[in-house]
């Protein structure tokens, strides 16, 4: 028998975890996007090459993905494949509202769009919406790129389409990805059961909608907007600052306390995002820094909005 052989580099754990929640149909992976607004006159060619630039600075952005017999999940192999950047044919509205809406269809329907994990991930589509006015949309499997990842992308190529000089060569994701695995095999067992245990805690909580579909329905993430008055808003951050935490902690907390009043749990967990961006030797690399983490928020009666919000935002400073 002919053995296959796949010269690669193993997935982090944060890689694996998302491969794991992928949908059967290996052509709609989760995905990573970013809209640029381009001012000024465009050179199309110079762009392309700025682009293909950064690609070459970065391995996660060649990143294929391919399968080994026997085995669950697949190595990362690194290609010498350039990024696809296509150019929008269609004609922008005129009219601002409608323009919005003609954009907003774009980027819903390049996330839809069927790709194949064996091929290199980063696409880009120019659309133009005037002369002098031009929209850069960015896009890869979230396996390759988060959504971090994605905003120092475009703020790379807007550098290198500059032509100013190089900040040197970033930190490659395969190393992350070695360093990372070593960290988790090498963790205390207790360790493991203790993360284990964090994600078992909200095995019997069961919120039902009117649009729920049922067992077996595959997850599809999607983004859910929602417009609030300005006057809330500046009570959040008003809010926030009082208790010394993050806006984002904040909503965290807020998150947890409707997902405990709706299911009538005393104690809920939520995902936390946490990520390695923020570490020096990490700064410029693209990939898959980000996870989130099970955070375990307890909701007892006996406790105030306040100890929700204090809590949170301990356990985010814990898990930092």
Not at 16 to 33: E, G, I, V
Not at 49 to 60: L, M, N, P, Q, T
Not at 96 to 122: I, K, M, N, Q
Not at 180 to 189: D, F, G, R, V
């Amino acid at each position: 028998m002919q053995q296959q052989s796949v010269g690669g580099f193993r997935l982090s754990p944060y890689q694996r975890h998302l491969w794991r929640l992928h949908p059967s149909d290996a052509t709609s992976p989760y995905r990573s996007q970013v809209a640029v607004a381009i001012a000024g006159p465009l050179e199309l060619d110079r762009l392309r090459h700025a682009v293909c630039e950064a690609a070459a600075a970065h391995e996660s952005l060649r990143t294929a993905f391919e399968r080994v017999a026997g085995v669950k999940v697949p190595l990362q192999v690194v290609t010498t494949g350039e990024p696809r950047l296509h150019e929008q044919q269609d004609v922008a509205p005129v009219d601002p509202a409608a323009r919005r809406a003609w954009l907003r269809a774009l980027l819903a329907a390049d996330r839809e769009r069927a790709v194949d994990a064996g091929e290199a991930p980063l696409r880009g589509v120019i659309v133009a919406l005037a002369p002098d006015e031009h929209v850069l949309i960015l896009s890869s499997i979230a396996l390759c790129a988060d959504r971090k990842s994605m905003l120092k992308l475009a703020a790379e190529i807007a550098t290198r389409y500059g032509r100013a000089a190089s900040a040197g060569d970033p930190m490659q994701y395969s190393d992350f990805s070695a360093w990372h695995n070593e960290i988790l095999e090498s963790a205390e067992p207790t360790d493991r059961a203790y993360w284990t245990a964090q994600r078992a805690l909200n095995a019997d909580v069961s919120i039902v909608t009117g649009e729920h579909g049922g067992a077996g329905t595959p997850f599809r993430p999607d983004l859910v907007e929602l417009a609030i008055s300005e006057t809330l808003s500046r009570r959040i951050v008003a809010l926030s600052a009082e208790r010394g935490v993050a806006v984002d902690r904040f909503l965290i907390g807020c998150w947890a306390a409707l997902l405990a009043r709706i299911s009538g749990q005393e104690r809920i967990v939520v995902g936390a995002p946490v990520d390695f961006h923020g570490y020096e030797e990490l700064e410029r690399t693209i990939g898959l820094l980000t996870v989130n983490a099970p955070l375990s928020v307890p909701l007892h009666r006996r406790r105030t909005f306040t100890d929700v919000i204090d809590g949170v935002d301990r356990s985010l400073d814990d898990l930092a």
